[in-house]
């Protein structure tokens, strides 16, 4: 810890200026430029590795004022003020090789943030933005006196160059956090990784990755496969500024939630989703279930049995996991612990909140399922005028933004809030017909009625004719292994909420949740080419967005998995109002 001691002492005093890009000298920078050819590279070309640098020496101080990476504190040096992150990671990788660096730079990092910048009220997320901007720079400034001692034969700072110019959204720095996280006081040595863009994923928001990470342990080469999620900061600004809030969400819950689990000794019921690794502001890491057989469901194809009985118990885990947070933490302090007055930021709602942003999308929404899914069905309807059958189901579209609300009737759970299934990996072995899954994709958590997932579930996933066999006896296997789990940490259900209440709550909900499945139907179900073409085509894309979908779902109501669902979910809707006239 000698490097961080002289750190820490030539940090003790700090100056918050304006940050401008007199610490990157670029004349050295460009010497190393010209002693390229005299460089042994490893992946790249010697042009890619100059056009690397070159692009690095671009250096946006507008843009790091704009984004959160809190205030950029500086040391005063001699000749000029220096930011004291890069000057703490200079003397990081001038000192240190990188084998050293895999066991000590995490530890080092934390120490010195919490010594020295905790005190400036810069936040830990700010503060490794910070490590990242300037992380590069650094490695740069190594492989200067390298260049300038004629010592860069074989040199292992080249190939981490090459590193951050091929993998900008992955750091050396955060695999050994990676590696940290999974193999905790073993050894492993990094021998090299790779991040690969992944475009054969659904989604249209973020930006996936599949990671490879190959490590030395125990005299064996193993290789870990990764995924990773992102923030594509490339999209138009609306698109990114709402995927911001639901990434901090997800990150909250494996970051605070699963964490506290543990604490309190309830780790295994975390089995209902993959492991994360790391977390960002801008980034989560897990393990790539699908190179174990694990890939989520054909939404065109209705779910089978099987798979509504498996996702329903890995859901029962899910809500009991928050249970059991709350009772076990109010043990632990002595009062009542609810997560939306723990972690109200949080835990408060991403999707259906009514913003004049979204007016134009909602009011499409209503009047496509108000509407013209309506008017195609008009001899369904056996009691009730179809006038009526308007204006209740017209209420029951507006009641969305009110059933996602914490309940005043019956205990409230941290909830997915997207159980479609894109959102469960699946994997069932034909021969033996056991069959598992994982839940992921919790950019949508928030603290309502179990009933809004299980009936989400139920109603998104499922054609009528499985629902009308099958939906009372799901809802029963649900509250049965809620009732298993909760039993296994002595938490009796019966003194949470009783099985008539979760009936009566899924009634509450169920038209709002028919609703909701129309519009996740309304897209998702058309046929794959005439979606393409909707996402590639701005100007129809707008037009089935915000002003009529009806041109389109008439194009589409031949298409057999379009017309059965969305027939289907409009039977259940006539069914409910029928029986009630």
Same mark, same amino acid.
């Given at each position: ?12 005093? $700090? ?90 730079? %995490? ?5 010195? &943030?919490?010594?020295?910048?905790? !005190? ?5 997320? *700010? ?18 006196? +390298? ?22 959204? $992955?750091? /050396?720095?955060? =695999? ?13 040595? $990094? ?23 190959? =490590? ?83 939404? *065109? ?30 043990? !632990? ?9 723990? &972690? ?28 013209? +899914?309506?008017?195609?069905? @008009? ?19 507006? /009641? ?22 894109? %959102? ?51 809802? /029963?296997?649900?509250? !049965? ?19 008539? *209440? ?24 058309? @046929?794959? *080419? ?52």
């Amino acid at each position: 810890m000698m490097v961080l001691d002289k750190v820490i002492a030539n940090h003790s005093s $700090l100056s918050n200026i304006a940050l401008n890009d007199s610490f990157i000298e670029k004349n050295k920078y460009e010497w190393i430029v010209e002693r390229i050819p005299n460089i042994k590279l490893r992946r790249l070309s010697e042009d890619e590795f100059k056009n690397g640098i070159i692009k690095l020496l671009d250096f946006d101080t507008d843009k790091v004022q704009h984004e959160t990476y809190g205030n950029v504190l500086h040391v005063d040096t001699e000749t000029v003020k220096v930011p004291a992150v890069y000057d703490l990671l200079c003397e990081v990788f001038l000192n240190m090789d990188s084998k050293v660096r895999a066991k000590s730079f %995490n530890s080092i990092i934390e120490e010195y &943030y919490k010594k020295v910048f905790s !005190k400036y009220e810069i936040t830990s997320d *700010q503060f490794r933005a910070q490590l990242r901007m300037f992380l590069p720079y650094a490695k740069l400034t190594k492989l200067y006196k +390298l260049c300038n001692e004629d010592n860069i034969d074989n040199s292992e700072t080249v190939w981490e160059i090459e590193e951050c110019i091929l993998y900008p959204e $992955l750091l /050396r720095e955060e =695999v050994y956090y990676i590696l940290n996280s999974i193999y905790k006081s073993r050894q492993a040595d $990094l021998i090299s990784f790779d991040v690969k863009l992944a475009k054969d994923l659904p989604g249209n928001l973020g930006k996936y990755f599949r990671i490879e990470v190959t =490590v030395e342990s125990t005299t064996k080469i193993r290789t870990h496969h990764l995924f990773a999620k992102m923030i594509d900061e490339d999209k138009e600004k609306i698109i990114t500024e709402f995927t911001k809030f639901p990434f901090r969400k997800e990150c909250f819950f494996f970051e605070i939630i699963l964490d506290r689990l543990k604490e309190l000794g309830a780790e295994k019921i975390t089995n209902f989703c993959p492991k994360c690794y790391f977390t960002r502001r801008d980034m989560l890491i897990f393990d790539d279930t699908s190179v174990d057989g694990y890939k989520s469901w054909d939404y *065109q194809v209705p779910v089978s049995y099987t798979w509504l009985a498996t996702t329903i118990k890995l859901l029962a885990r899910l809500h009991a996991s928050s249970i059991i947070l709350e009772e076990k933490l109010g043990d !632990k302090l002595g009062r009542t612990i609810r997560l939306d007055e723990e &972690y109200p930021d949080d835990v408060r709602e991403a999707a259906f909140v009514s913003k004049e942003d979204y007016r134009e999308y909602e009011e499409c929404n209503k009047r496509s399922i108000c509407g013209y +899914l309506l008017s195609k069905f @008009p001899e369904v309807p056996k009691r009730i005028h179809i006038d009526k059958l308007r204006e209740k189901v017209k209420v029951a579209y507006e /009641r969305m933004y009110e059933i996602v609300k914490k309940s005043e009737k019956i205990r409230n759970v941290l909830s997915h809030g997207d159980m479609w299934g894109a %959102n469960i990996m699946y994997k069932e072995d034909k021969t033996t017909e056991v069959s598992s899954a994982y839940l992921i994709d919790f950019q949508l958590i928030r603290y309502c009625p179990p009933s809004l997932d299980l009936t989400f579930l139920l109603y998104t996933n499922t054609d009528r004719a499985t629902r009308v066999q099958h939906l009372s006896e799901l809802i /029963r296997l649900y509250y !049965k292994e809620l009732e298993h789990i909760l039993g296994s940490y002595d938490i009796d259900l019966e003194n949470i909420f009783t099985f008539d *209440q979760l009936m009566e709550s899924v009634k509450e909900v169920e038209p709002s949740i028919i609703c909701i499945s129309l519009m996740y139907g309304s897209f998702l179900l058309l @046929p794959p *080419q005439q979606k393409k073409d909707i996402q590639n085509d701005k100007e129809r894309d707008t037009k089935f967005s915000k002003v009529d979908k009806g041109p389109e779902l008439e194009k589409a109501w031949d298409y057999e998995p379009f017309k059965i669902r969305m027939q289907g979910l409009i039977e259940d809707i006539i069914r409910i109002y029928d029986d009630d006239t």
